[in-house]
Each structure stands twice: as structure tokens, then as C-alpha cells.
């Protein structure tokens, strides 16, 4: 949701900024654009509709020199996809240029307050009215940029992280942070002296140096190419920055030879489980260790329910946690869109544990909801992807995915490694709980621990999807089908088809069909049935049949060897067998390539889906 990018130092700006824009592209992709200050002292600011090439199509015959600047890939929320939205946006004296990611929410105010002592605006931004709101308090409070940017923070409601230049302070980068991301770099130049990086999240920094501060909410740092790095909150209270050393290699940031990170993604299920159940599966003692659950035992063995918060890809993976969580371990589970639960004033125990399941852990909706389960007492668990993110930095506990960066917008690994941390989690708690027989639980092991395999020939065994794929790019709606484990499989099948071919999906347990959605059923509705030869195997196969004498399209996943449901079926994609929990986990596959090919075949962006971004940091 917007990238920030920005650099002081003695290198060129401006090839660290684009290339840092493209690694953070995958956040929003609107419109782009660069502030940079000259050797000469010219503060410079170009944007361009669009992608970040457009943006480098147009700086061509520009200036592009300077050793400081700011970049920025928007979202939009306020005010069309437009260059004149786009950031960075100057002050009106163009003293001053800022990027922002996030949202003000009482821009309106301030910008009336501001239009009324006589100040002018360019665009419709709520970013506009911030970096105005600086240069205002400047002007007022005769103060510097550092302090200008302390009062105007006191008087902003939302949430921002930016990034500000300013002219005549040619030798400073400002940046501050409340709710949004950002994280900064601390390097040294080929000649040994200082130099800063500041990114939304760390892609674009890690190549430049490992070592990184995460600026935490509401502080603000200064930063100059004497090496000084000075963080206050907004009181102006000195802060010690904690330097940390980043686990992410470069290769991870590329890709790889696959087409596109999607794809990548796909085919690096199978390493990225192994990683992630890695040390956390004892084969030896057929064990479970996740040092979040050893270390809070009592409040696991005491808690009377759990809430799982999400949105999105993360939520589909919550359901199915909840199912296994509640078979394996016996507590109950309620599972959360996150934007509805910060609304409803909930009922939240102390005895409760809140648990937010969040790919970027970042996300603002899933963020809220577990500060509101905080101020009512709850334990928070975070199951996150992105190490030092802003939740697992507030929750009491956690396990991270250890699936490695997902570039693609639409999730695939982190979705996988989601499901299997939750039955990692599931088997934990049933552990401490001793709710599973020594038998049962030891056969679950085994079973999870065969899953990166099973997803390797999975893989393997479905390559002619992307024949196969040609033949729907045709249909203007599917429809996912699936029972127990497997209903939230139908909801992540068909959100990855709406994703990234625009394709109307619509995923149900299947044996809702009855009550409604079997009136859409002629010869032209692809149906998607997940059909495994295990739990409810004979009721999908009269599912399938209601379909079938409506002349619906079967397409099913089957488990390898049934030649029931592939008899009945137009197509089929076939799976190995595994315990109904685990079947999620391999069903999944073919879906995310099913929705890949198809995209593929209408000619869509499926890195980069309009509208979407990757991670959602506004409401
Ligand atoms: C966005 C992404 C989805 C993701 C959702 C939740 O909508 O496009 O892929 O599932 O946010 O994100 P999170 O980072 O919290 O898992």
C-alpha cells in the first residue's frame, strides 16, 4: 500500500531509488515518483501515471543527479491515479518534498485551516496537506525541519510513514513513522563515510547492507551524511536506535529464472514448508517444539477460546486452522475478517488468546484488531511472514512462517505456510493439552512432515495445466466447491482466479449448492470440485452429481488412483493422498496454477493485478 524508498549518501541517488521503487512496486503501482536534490542545490520532483518504467521513461531527459532523495509507488487512496497525486508533493514554496504511505484521516481540517491563512494546493491529497502542514509550522514556529515535523505529527489523526527533503538542508533526510512501516538502512560508502537508506519494508535496502533500524511508531529521525542518526518520539524524547541484522538474501528478491513471482512462488512450496517446519518437527521423537506455545504454556492449557484475526488469503488459512485446531486440541475457535471485529465491540475474555494471522504483518485492519483484543486483555499470538514487522512486534507471542519474501501479489506460499504453521500450532496446543493419544499425534507428525514432498509431486504430476487453462479464458464466472478442510480451499481457489484473471468466482461449501447458487449451473459455469478420496468423499460425489444433470463443467481434485469423481469429471488434477487436515495444503496446487495459466491466457499482469496491493496498510 505505497513504497517509500530513500537514500543520503555519496552515491548517485537516483539508480538506488528506481531500483528500490521496483522492489517495492508490488505495495502499489498507480503512479510513481522521485524527489532528488542536486549537487547544484535544485530540489527536483518527477512523476509519472502509472508504473515505475514510466517514471524512468520520463526522467530520461531530466536531471536525475544528486547523492539525496525520496521516492514513492502509490496506491491510491485520495485522489485519482493521476501524476499530480502522485507523490512526492512539494510545500508551496518548494522549499520542501515528502513522501507518505498511509492515510490522513483529518486532512479536510487541516487543509481548510491552512486554505484560510492563505496557503494554495496542487492536488486532492492528504499528503499534499502534510507536507503543506510542515512548511506551515516552519513558517509559525520559526523552527527547524526536524521540529516543524514534531508539531505538525501532534496534529495529524491517521497514519503515515514518510520521508521529506529539504532544500535548503541539502545534507538531511527526514522520516518518521506512525502505523505504517519503515525501516532504515545504515551503510558506509565505497570511501567509508555514512550512508542511510530508507525503505517501506527491507527489499530495497538489503542489497546495499544488512544492517537496519525499525523505526517504531510515532518517531521521527534525522539522519546526514556525518553518520549522525538522531531518533525522537513525538515528546522530543530521545530514543536509542536498535540496530538489527537482516536474515534475507538478494536471490530471494528475484526471480529466479521463473516468468514471475507467482510462479516462482508456486514451485517453491514444497523448500519454503521444509523451511518453515524445519526445527519445529522432531522426527526422531515423532515431536512438535514452537518455542511460542512451550514458553506460554499455561495460558494455552487455560485459555477457553480462540479468536483468529485476518483478512484476506490469511483469513482462508485461519478457517482452516480452526478446523484442525478445534479437532486437535479442543478448544474453541472463532475465526475474524479483522476490518469487521475493530468495529463491533467485541466480547473478549482475558482468558481468551486473540491470534492475527498476517502474511505482511502489516496489515492496518488485522493491526487494529488485535490492539483492541490487547486493550481488553486478551493474549496475542502473531503467525506473520515478514520478520520485524509491526505484528509480531505487538503481540505477546508468536511464530513466524520462515517462507521467505512473496513478491507476487497473490499469496500462494504464504497462504501454504500459513495453513501448515496453524498445524503446527494445533499440534502444540494439543501437546501441552494432551488432548491427541501418543499414537494419533505421532501419526499427524509423520504425516505433516511428508507434506513438502507430497506438494513437490503435486507439482510434478499437473504441468498441462497451462494447456488445459487456454480452454476457460472464455467464462465470465466459476464456481468453487468443497466440505470441511476443504470449503475454505474453495474460497482461496476461487479468490486467486478473481485476483488475477478478473474472473467472477465464487467459492461454497458444497452442499450449500442446494440452497441457492445451483440456479447458476448450465453448460457454460465451470465448477471447481475439490474431491478427495477421504472424510466426506461420498456426499461431494452427489454433489457432484446434482451438478453434473444441471450440465455443469466438472473440473475436481482428486486423490491419485480414484477413478469415481475423474469418471464424472470434464477435467481432473490429481493429488496424493493424506489425512483430510493436510489435504488443504495439497489442493491448493492445482488452484494456484489453474488461476496462474488462466490469467496467463487472457494476457494479465499476474505480479501486479489492478488495484490490488500487496500489502494493505490503510483501511
Ligand atoms: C491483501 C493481499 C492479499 C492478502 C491480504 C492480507 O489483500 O493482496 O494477498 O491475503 O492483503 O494480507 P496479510 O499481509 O495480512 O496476510
Known sequence: MCGIVGYIGEQQAFPILIKGLHRLEYRGYDSAGVSLINSKGELSVYKAKGK??????????????????????????????????????????????????????????????????????????????????????????????????????????????????????????????????????????????????????????????????????????????????????????????????????????????????????????????????????????????????????????????????????????????????????????????????????????????????SQSGETADTLAAIQLAKEKGAFLYGICNVIGSSIPRATDSGTYLHVGPEIGVASTKAFTGQVITLGLLGLAIAKVKKTLSDDIFHMLVEELEQIPDKMQWTLEHN???????????????????????????????????????????????AAEMKHGPIALIDEEMPVVVIAPKRGMYEKVVSNIQEIKSRKGKIISVVTEGDTVVRGMSDYSFVIPDTRDCFVPLLAVIPLQLLSYYVAIAKGRNVDQPRNLAKSVTVE
Open 52 to 357: 515505475v518504467v514510466n517514471l524512468e521513461e520520463g526522467t530520461k531527459d531530466k536531471d536525475t543527479t544528486g547523492t539525496i532523495g525520496i521516492a514513492h509507488t502509490r496506491w491510491a487512496t485520495h485522489g485519482e491515479p493521476n501524476a499530480t497525486n502522485a507523490h512526492p508533493h512539494f510545500s508551496q514554496s518548494k522549499n520542501l518534498s515528502l513522501v507518505h504511505n498511509g492515510i490522513i484521516e483529518n486532512y479536510k481540517s487541516l487543509r481548510a485551516e491552512m486554505e484560510k491563512n492563505g496557503m494554495t494546493f496542487c492536488s486532492e491529497t492528504d499528503t499534499e496537506v502534510l507536507v503543506q502542514l510542515v512548511e506551515y509550522m516552519m513558517n509559525t514556529h520559526k523552527c527547524d525541519l526536524y521540529t516543524a515535523v514534531q508539531l505538525a505529527l501532534k496534529n495529524v489523526v491517521g497514519a503515515y510513514a514518510i520521508a521529506i527533503l529539504e532544500k535548503s538542508h541539502p545534507d538531511q533526510l527526514v522520516c518518521a513513522r506512525k502505523g505504517s512501516p519503515l525501516i532504515i538502512g545504515v551503510g558506509k560508502s565505497d570511501n567509508g563515510r555514512a550512508e542511510f537508506y530508507v525503505g517501506s519494508d527491507a527489499t530495497p535496502i538489503i542489497e546495499y547492507t544488512n544492517q537496519v533500524i525499525y523505526l517504531q511508531d510515532e518517531e521521527i529521525a534525522i539522519m546526514d551524511r556525518t553518520g549522525r542518526l538522531d531518533i525522537t518520539n513525538l515528546a522530543n524524547v530521545k530514543q536509542t536506535p536498535q540496530l538489527v541484522t537482516l536474515q534475507m538474501n538478494l536471490d530471494q528478491l528475484e526471480k529466479g529464472g521463473f516468468p514471475h513471482f507467482m510462479l516462482k512462488e508456486i514451485w517453491e512450496q514444497p523448500n519454503a514448508l521444509r523451511t518453515c517446519i524445519r526445527g519445529r518437527v522432531n522426527m526422531v521423537d515423532k515431536d512438535v517444539l514452537l518455542s511460542g506455545i512451550i514458553d506460554h504454556k499455561d495460558k494455552f492449557i487455560n485459555c477457553r477460546r480462540i479468536i483468529i484475526c485476518a483478512c484476506g488469503t490469511s483469513w482462508h488459512s485461519a478457517l482452516i486452522g480452526k478446523y484442525f485446531i478445534e479437532e486437535a486440541a479442543k478448544i474453541p475457535v472463532e475465526v475474524e475478517y479483522a476490518s469487521e471485529f475493530r468495529y463491533r465491540n467485541p466480547v473478549i475474555n482475558p482468558d481468551d488468546i486473540v491470534i492475527a494471522v
Open 463 to 509: 504441468k498441462d495445466i497451462a494447456q488445459f487453462a487456454q480452454m476457460f479464458t472464455y467464462c465470465k464466472n466459476f464456481i468453487y466447491l468443497g466440505r470441511g478442510y476443504n470449503y475454505p480451499v474453495a474460497l482461496e481457489g476461487a479468490l486467486k482466479l478473481k485476483e488475477i484473471s478478473y474472473i467472477h468466482a465464487e467459492g461454497y461449501p
